[in-house]
């Protein structure tokens, strides 16, 4: 099946003073209908990546180079690629003088609507984006959470196949927030394929069909997060607490099926396993057997900070 | 029609913007309204000027004659006549001394002091009496009005004297009766008064010429509001084309970009705004101009001519001077020294109101607004369409010059 957005060898690098490769080899591809993450800390190349997707950066020259959008080559056939492509940039770019419907009537007619189609596609916009009692307000009067809905708003006006979204979330309150992630599980129920960069991990895991990992400039792995967590081989950890003292319990818990290793520190004990969900049950059953009261019980599930971690050497949150 | 929808999203960008409304309309207009003001009591369009009332003081002393009468107060009375109400502003004091001292205290330009005897001498051929006219010496034109107006009755005045005094011979010889001197006095008396006519004394005659004179106002406040509309257009050009680059810096542009729209599109309809915009803002200035201040541009053809290449040469300018500029920062400078500069170097033919005038030689065509001011202001003079089109060719030849230079910039910029 053909690629929604295919990108091949792509290379970034900026000379001013000092040379800085932004973006070293990177290649991946997304199928329709997918919504792909590009995760990865500040400074990792995620926007100077989605820049070169948009056609709004050059890549360095490579003949290996290729990046298409349905097909459609961004070199070559740029007009017909773009047509298929909407950008949401992380910053608002709107106009801040004109109203929201103006805005999105500018906009619209950019990407080739006229007349009564844009008439109507705007209203279905205002009304997808809910905004449009507001319509004739201009948007500098907006709040930054309207201002985003409407930033998003001029992406969807044309229907795109494929939609870049570039950290739509930074910034903004929870319930904005939120409101937008459940719009780009909306986005993909459409049939849109999503280009979606963030440097928040539980974004990029409740969002993600597959993901994309990020770090100076290159693409250290993809997969999805069940098989990213799978690549570097993270268990579960669990960590209990009990009424009595650690070693009474430790011999018959170690027998579980699915109990890696367990340690006891401080009271504590701390196992990895390897599903917490098929693993749990059987660990109280053994605890109730020899009548050992558990009194708190923390399940830490291997997320994409701890694969980030094992990639890298490095948090996420501290790249 | 992309260009289009992009000029037209400026245009309206531009006119919602009342500091760009300010600049493009208010302060022309508001400059040269000031200048109107200024100059507003000069001039109207039909005499050409007005001579301010001279304020006289008269001291009439005459005690009058039986013979005679009280001619003084003829003098008195004809000078507060309506006839020369225009010219003279006429109070009366009983002192000598008081009309001079108002004389030398400024309130009145000139102190007419007719003596007690004044009367008196008209009826005795041997007395000498002499209307004392006291002025103040900063004081040229009204006094010289006041000493015509009283020259004309004391002339007449010593008409009727001789006349008298022949009268009075003749009576003496018996050949006319002593009564008849009574009625040769009236008649001449009466002939006095009719031949004080203030018309017979200024005959204010403008020279005859093909076209109606243009009025002192007129002629001071139209090269002003000319300078106002090229040194402002100017500045719109620069502003509207600084868009571009707001654009790029709130990242409208790049997101334009990335739109199935080529970037000579864009640029282009970016480049067709800032026409628009000027020519707008031109357009409206000479015809509000026209409307409010009665400025004569000069003939359609030679105005449409001039204002076609400050349309165009205020536009490249704008595109050219921001393809320098590597951010909006940076336009404070341009604005507020390269403008303003280039500006009042261009205008300085505005300050003699001529573009013939050699007082400052060729030092305003170092600037295309220089150009552009002799263009406007010899359509202004009546010049034909010939006489202008060299400066506006040189004018549009230049900034088709650095319209390119500035678009290939911007084109490698944004490559």
């Known amino acids: ?319 | 029609m992309k260009p289009i929808v992009i000029a037209l999203k400026d245009l309206t960008r531009s006119f919602r913007s009342v500091f760009a409304l300010v600049f493009m309309f208010g302060i022309p207009l508001m400059v040269t309204g000031m200048f109107y003001l200024m100059f507003g009591n000069m001039a109207n369009t039909e005499t050409g000027f007005d001579l301010p009332r001279t304020r006289v003081v008269i001291a009439n002393l005459d005690e009058g004659n039986a013979q005679a009468g009280e001619l003084g107060k003829m003098v008195v009375e004809t000078l507060q006549g309506k006839d020369f109400s225009s010219l003279m502003d006429v109070s009366t004091v009983s002192d000598a001394g008081e009309a001079r001292k108002m004389v030398d205290s400024q309130q009145a330009g000139v102190a007419i002091i007719i003596p007690a005897d004044f009367s008196n001498s008209f009826t005795d051929s041997n007395a000498v009496a002499e209307i004392e006219v006291y002025k103040d010496p900063t004081l040229t034109i009204g006094p010289g009005i006041v000493q015509s107006v009283l020259n004309a009755f004391t002339d007449n005045f010593a008409g009727v004297k001789i006349t008298v005094a022949q009268a009075l011979k003749q009576a003496e010889a018996g050949q006319i009766e002593y009564a008849q001197i009574n009625q040769i006095l009236g008649q001449y008396m009466a002939n006095i008064e009719t031949n004080a006519d203030p018309r017979q004394l200024l005959d204010l005659r403008a020279p005859a010429a093909a076209a109606p004179a243009k009025s002192l106002l007129l002629t001071i406040v139209s090269p002003i509001m000319a300078g106002m509309m090229i040194f402002y257009a100017y500045f719109t050009g620069v502003n509207t084309a600084n868009s571009i680059l707001l654009e790029s810096e709130e990242g409208t542009l790049q997101r334009l970009f990335t739109t199935p729209t080529a970037k000579t599109e864009i640029l282009g309809g970016k480049i067709i705004a800032v026409g628009l915009t000027v020519l707008v803002q031109v357009v409206t200035l000479i015809i509000a101009s026209r409307l409010i201040f009665n400025i004569d541009w000069g003939a359609l053809p030679s105005v449409i001519l001039a204002a076609t290449a400050i349309i165009i040469s205020a536009s490249a300018f704008g595109v050219f001077v921001c393809s320098l500029l590597k951010s909006t920062k940076q336009g404070g400078i341009v604005f507020g020294g390269v403008l303003t500069v280039t500006g009042m170097v261009g205008m300085m033919d505005i300050f003699t109101g001529n573009p013939n005038s050699t007082q400052f030689g060729i030092v305003p065509l170092f600037t295309p607004q220089g150009w552009a001011s002799r263009s406007m202001l010899l359509s202004m003079q009546g010049a034909s369409f010939e006489q202008i089109l060299p400066y506006t060719l040189f004018l549009v030849v230049f900034s088709v010059a650095v319209f390119f230079i500035g678009v290939w910039r911007f084109q490698k910029r944004f490559a």
């Open chain 1, 1 to 319: 099946m053909q690629s929604a957005l295919h990108v091949q060898n792509l290379h970034k690098t900026y000379r001013n003073g000092k040379t800085l490769k932004a973006v070293d080899g990177v290649s991946f591809d997304i199928q329709p209908g997918e919504i792909f993450s590009l995760l990865g800390p500040n400074g990792a190349g995620k926007t100077t990546t989605i820049s070169m997707l948009s056609a709004l950066l050059q890549p360095d020259a490579d003949a290996k180079t290729d990046i298409a959008i349905m097909g459609y080559s961004l070199r070559s056939e740029a007009r017909a690629a773009k047509a298929l492509l909407g950008v949401v940039p992380q910053e608002i770019a709107l106009y801040e003088d004109l109203s929201a419907r103006e805005n999105l009537d500018f906009w619209g007619k950019m990407y080739g609507l006229t007349g009564v189609e844009l008439r109507k596609r705007v209203d279905e916009v205002l009304d997808l984006i809910g905004l449009t009692e507001r319509a004739k307000d201009r948007v500098g009067k907006y709040s930054g959470g309207m201002k985003r809905r409407v930033n998003i708003g001029v992406a969807l006006l044309h229907r795109p196949k494929v939609i870049y979204m570039d950290e739509p979330t930074v910034g903004i309150d929870p319930q904005s927030r939120r409101s937008i992630l459940d719009g780009v599980v909306a986005l993909k129920k459409q049939g849109m394929t999503v280009l979606y960069t963030t440097h928040y991990m539980e974004e990029a895991e409740e969002l993600s069909d597959r993901i994309g990992i990020m770090d100076h400039g290159k693409m250290i792995a993809t997969g999805t997060h069940g098989e990213l967590i799978q690549m570097v081989g993270q268990k579960s950890r669990i960590t209990m607490t009990v009424n009595t003292e650690g070693e009474k319990i430790i011999d018959g818990w170690r027998t579980a099926v699915g109990v890696s290793s367990i340690t006891a520190d401080d009271g504590k004990l701390t196992l990895l396993v390897d599903d917490s969900n098929q693993v749990l049950p059987r660990l109280f059953e053994i605890a109730a057997q020899r009548k050992i009261r558990i009194t708190s019980v923390d399940i830490q599930e291997p997320n994409l900070e701890s694969v980030f971690l094992h990639l890298t050497g490095r948090a996420l949150r501290d790249a």
